[in-house]
């Protein structure tokens, strides 16, 4: 790859902070295929970033800039943030090689404020970084002192050197966008063999609103600035005519009001809310259109994407997807959909990484399409596919029904195990420590006896 060395790595990094950003933006062209679109539909691919997610831009930025005004001060100041995840990694990233000071070791930089649906995986690797992590209600309204933005300002109130940075209300978080991500799509746009080197199309979940706010501000700011300022009532040409202003679409889940609605329950993470960011900016002027996407569109979309494109997004991701498709299906949409030089470009914010334990992700349906070669392989085996026991699925069922309902785990004995192959006792454990902490005599269920003793 060759061009300016500002939009891609060049040479050797000094650290991982100049490993944020730079990530690519990659054609759907599966996607658009199967649905019959004629635009070049472009993911922004920001899980490729060091820490995983669009948040890192803006966790660096806001620290670089408080360092500048003297907010944050090496080896005394502790970073306090109210996070659902992907920003406290970022910041935690950033801490951690800056080597901000924390109460609980010289490593961790960083107390988070976190509500409960923060993924496993999240707090996993917030940890790892050297984070310390509060839990949060879920049900605490936004300005409660009980919820995550409630906790962090009692912390910050509390803890001498305490700084919250605030992606709600930090003016560097739609900026990062502005002269990053904004600059990165340009770059990409331009140095491609596409027809047309102009964005027609954004469209991006809100959260903070950070994201959709910087990069569509740059977007309207470059129209004003380009021969000729495009206008809103001006049409698509494919022979060279003059462009039609960018549509910008705002993509908000079902129970968060940014978009409108009622404050409900949804699972998908990074984005809505139940309360208006002061970074969000959602004039008319700036934004067309919002559309509402449930979780069962959203999961489906971050499986489709996986399996189709290769990609591997997270749930916001999907969210996003699934918004630029309905539009681009609509009436208002058919313009540039059947434009063959226009370029939509989705905002895919993270990975799947951060959701691999998430209920919704381990539930994979088999591919109709791989239905006759699953057949085929099963009668050349003589066997179920995921039996490596060697066992038809009629034996199977018939050996099921005469298992055991609870297994006996005596010393001296070996385990019994479950349908599933992991020993009845583990399963038990498992659920009792419902994957948090060790395995310890004390935490097994009564009776059982330490695993690790056994060598199960």
Known sequence: MSGNSAYHWPGVLSSALDAVG?????????????????????????????????????????????????????????????????TGIGLALCCAIKGYKCVMRRSAPVLLSA?????????????????????????AAWDSP???????????????????????SNPHNPLAHY?????????????????????????????????????????????????GAVTAISTSDAQGGQKQRAKIIAVDPEGSILGGGHVGNYEVEGIGYDFFPEVLDPSPSLIDEWLKINDKESFAMVKRIIRTEGLFVGGSSGSALSGALRYLRSPAGASIAKDPTANVVVI?????????????????????????????????????????????QATEVEAESKLPAVAEVT??????????????????????????GEMTEERLPQGWTNPVAMGV
């Open 22 to 86: 730079c990530t690519p933006l990659i054609r759907l062209d599966r996607i658009a295929k199967e649905e019959g679109l004629e635009c070049n539909l472009l993911g922004k691919c920001e899980f490729f970033s060091v820490g995983g997610s669009v948040k890192d831009r803006i966790a660096k930025r806001m620290v670089e800039e408080a360092e500048k005004t003297g907010r944050l001060v090496p080896g005394k100041s502790v970073v306090i943030e109210p996070t659902s995840g992907n």
């Open 115 to 139: 509500p409960p649906k923060m993924s496993l995986e999240k707090e996993v690797m917030l940890r790892a970084l050297g984070a310390i992590i509060v839990r949060t209600p879920t049900e």
């Open 146 to 168: 009980e919820s995550h933005i409630g906790v962090a300002q009692t912390l910050q109130r509390s803890i001498p050197g305490g700084v919250i940075l605030d992606q709600y």
């Open 179 to 227: 002269h990053s991500t904004y600059a990165e799509i340009k770059y990409s746009l331009e140095s491609s063999s596409l027809p047309s080197k102009t964005i027609d199309m954004l469209v991006a979940g809100a959260g903070t609103g950070g994201t959709i706010t910087g990069i569509a501000r740059a977007i309207r700011d470059n129209e004003q600035l380009s021969p």
């Open 348 to 392: 895919l914010p993270d990975g799947v990484r951060n959701y691999m334990s998430k209920p919704w992700f381990l539930e994979q349906a088999d591919e109709p399409a791989t239905a006759d070669m699953r057949d085929t392989i099963r009668n050349i085996i003589g066997r179920e596919l995921n039996e490596p026991g060697g066992k038809t």
């Open 411 to 436: 010393e001296g004995k070996q385990a019994t195990h479950g349908h599933d192959g992991m020993p009845h006792f583990l399963e038990e454990a498992m659920r009792e420590l419902s994957f948090t």
